[in-house]
């Protein structure tokens, strides 16, 4: 899954932090409210909890600091490697939202933040395909991204960001692969989950999805 992006996360960990804090003002409004939506999350997720895309371990270490058994997914080393220093009682691990270790521990909440645009339409499918068999009767997956409610939606967000000479976030939201709200629905009916969604701001949704008993 997505690793074109690798060497992207490799040599973004160092100022990752600075971005999503809004030090970026060209991101400043994809990541508004950051803590407090990474804290929402956190409180949502019910141990244990596999976590995909840890970055920096920002959400793991609120996840931790509620005394939550987590293991986390990361395909980048050097974010590994910080997420280790700023969360050591995690278990982090090398992989990614297809590819990863096979645990024992049954998984009652599949959750991420601002990472699952970087798979495509039909990775997406067969992750939540995974997730499906992984997770255990109730189990939840609960995600924080930007999505699109449409195509034009989809263009008015390219066009505000051009309009505000933030070329880089354009060429993002017309490039990666960020799902529309409805056929992101579809999937996880389809394969047997009950779900909603919850805009946070103007990018951000929270995407919870119950798997069915």
């Known amino acids: 899954m997505g690793v074109e992006f690798v060497d992207l996360f490799d040599k973004w960990a160092s100022s990752y932090d600075d971005t999503v804090s809004g030090n970026d003002p060209e991101y400043r409004e994809v990541f508004e409210g950051y803590e407090e939506m990474l804290e929402k999350l956190a409180e949502l997720s019910i141990s244990p909890v596999m976590e995909f895309g840890v970055g920096t371990a920002n959400l793991t270490r609120k996840i931790i600091n509620q005394n939550k058994v987590v293991f986390g997914i990361e395909p980048s080393k050097e974010m590994r490697r910080i997420a280790n220093v700023k969360c050591p009682e995690a278990a982090i691990y090398d992989g990614d939202f297809i590819d990863y270790p096979q645990l024992l521990t049954p998984i009652r909440s599949i959750i991420s933040s601002f990472a699952f645009h970087h798979l495509t339409t039909d990775e997406k499918k067969l992750a939540i395909e995974k997730y499906q068999q992984q997770l255990e009767p ?26 505000a000479g933030f070329l880089n976030l354009a060429q993002d939201l017309q490039e990666e692969y960020y799902a529309y709200l409805e056929e992101l629905r579809e999937v996880f009916l389809e394969h047997g989950f009950e779900v909603s969604f919850k805009q946070l701001n103007k990018y951000a949704w929270l995407i919870q999805a119950k798997k069915g008993e």
């Open 138 to 163: 109730d189990g939840q997956v609960i995600f924080i991204d930007t999505l699109f409610k449409d195509e034009a939606h989809k263009q008015q967000l390219i066009k505000d960001a051009e309009k």
